[in-house]
């Protein structure tokens, strides 16, 4: 038994149809990578401000302590 031929008009068809749904999946992991990077670099600054913030409170409270432990002294 051999196979039916298909007709080339239907085969070039069904390719396109394919190739339009790559383009589009394509098109949509495009954007989503674009938002994805976007959202990353909103998070790298954001990480670095809270860093800073971090390093300034840190050393605030060192002073802090450090001046308390002066006043116990003096007392």
Known sequence: ????????????????KKLDLL???FNQVKNENKSLKVKQDALVKEKAKLLE?????????E??????????HDS
């Open 53 to 61: 913030k971090t390093t300034l409170a840190k050393a605030r409270v």
């Open 1 to 16: 038994m051999s196979q039916p031929e298909k007709d080339p008009s239907t085969e070039l068809e069904a390719l396109e």
């Open 63 to 72: 002073a802090m302590i450090a001046r308390l432990k002066a006043m116990e």
């Open 23 to 25: 383009i589009a999946q």
